[in-house]
């Protein structure tokens, strides 16, 4: 990959205004027609849980049942999904174990959230490749501190940020599901990585492609 090009990356993971309007023009994924179906929340239920578990999305959910915030969710609560008999299926891996507090395209800090922040839930910091690729870029980052990036086939590129000095360098060949580094401490105290996967620049729906 050229040096314009990783320099064009760099500078759309910046670009606030620029990555909002990739999001609201990037074309959808084609998926089965769906249909509604009924479904009761249960203990331990969330938005993201049940997303996942039937191929949508927490923001399409919180539409259709014009729910106003994700931790709005009450046992017994019954809610319409919208489920296709295809699930859409990704080729990248889960990068950290834990709990993801900001979904794609939410307000996070009066910015549009162009990935997801992923807070661990265990003792383990460790953050994974999320596929084979090579490491494009392995260094500090204004704002977003210890960031590395990885370049995959087709053209897709995975971001992760606020880590500790990563274990790989520029140049190398990450494995899938290789360690990486691990999520560094926040203002907070919390351990909350930043990930992304982009088309190119454009950013997409990270839920649209982990398995």
Same mark, same amino acid.
């Given at each position: 990959?050229g040096? =314009?090009? =990783?320099? =064009?990356?760099?500078?759309?993971?910046?670009?606030?205004?620029?990555?909002?309007e990739?999001f609201?023009r990037?074309?959808?994924?084609e998926v089965?027609?769906?249909?509604k179906?009924?479904y009761?929340?249960?203990?331990?239920?969330?938005?993201?849980k049940?997303s996942?578990?039937?191929?949508?999305t927490?923001e399409e959910l919180?539409k259709?049942?014009?729910i106003?915030s994700?931790?709005?969710l009450?046992?017994?609560q019954?809610?319409?999904?919208p489920h296709?008999?295809?699930?859409?299926k990704?080729?990248?891996?889960?990068?950290?174990?834990?709990?993801?507090?900001?979904f794609?395209?939410?307000?996070?800090?009066?910015?549009?959230?162009?990935g =997801?922040?992923?807070?661990?839930n265990?003792?383990s910091?460790?953050v994974k490749?999320?596929?084979?690729?090579?490491v494009v870029?392995?260094?500090?980052l204004?704002?977003?501190?210890?960031?590395v990036i990885?370049?995959?086939?087709g053209?897709?590129?995975?971001?992760y940020?606020?880590?500790?000095?990563?274990?790989?360098?520029?140049?190398?060949?990450?494995?899938?599901?290789?360690?990486?580094g691990?999520?560094?401490s926040g203002?907070?105290g919390?351990?909350?990585l930043?990930?992304e996967?982009?088309?190119r620049?454009?950013?997409?729906d990270?839920?649209?492609?982990l398995n």
């Amino acid at each position: 990959m050229g040096k =314009l090009f =990783l320099f =064009l990356i760099i500078i759309f993971v910046f670009i606030s205004c620029t990555a909002t309007e990739s999001f609201h023009r990037q074309p959808q994924p084609e998926v089965a027609p769906l249909k509604k179906i009924n479904y009761i929340i249960k203990s331990g239920d969330s938005l993201w849980k049940i997303s996942k578990r039937y191929g949508t999305t927490p923001e399409e959910l919180m539409k259709i049942n014009k729910i106003p915030s994700p931790n709005n969710l009450q046992i017994g609560q019954k809610i319409l999904i919208p489920h296709s008999e295809k699930k859409v299926k990704g080729d990248f891996s889960w990068p950290l174990k834990g709990n993801v507090v900001n979904f794609f395209g939410e307000n996070v800090d009066n910015s549009v959230n162009r990935g =997801l922040n992923i807070q661990t839930n265990s003792i383990s910091k460790e953050v994974k490749s999320a596929a084979k690729g090579k490491v494009v870029f392995a260094n500090q980052l204004k704002g977003w501190g210890h960031t590395v990036i990885l370049q995959h086939l087709g053209d897709f590129y995975t971001i992760y940020a606020n880590l500790e000095p990563s274990l790989i360098k520029e140049g190398s060949i990450a494995k899938s599901n290789q360690i990486i580094g691990n999520v560094a401490s926040g203002k907070s105290g919390n351990h909350i990585l930043h990930f992304e996967i982009r088309k190119r620049y454009i950013p997409q729906d990270p839920l649209q492609y982990l398995n």
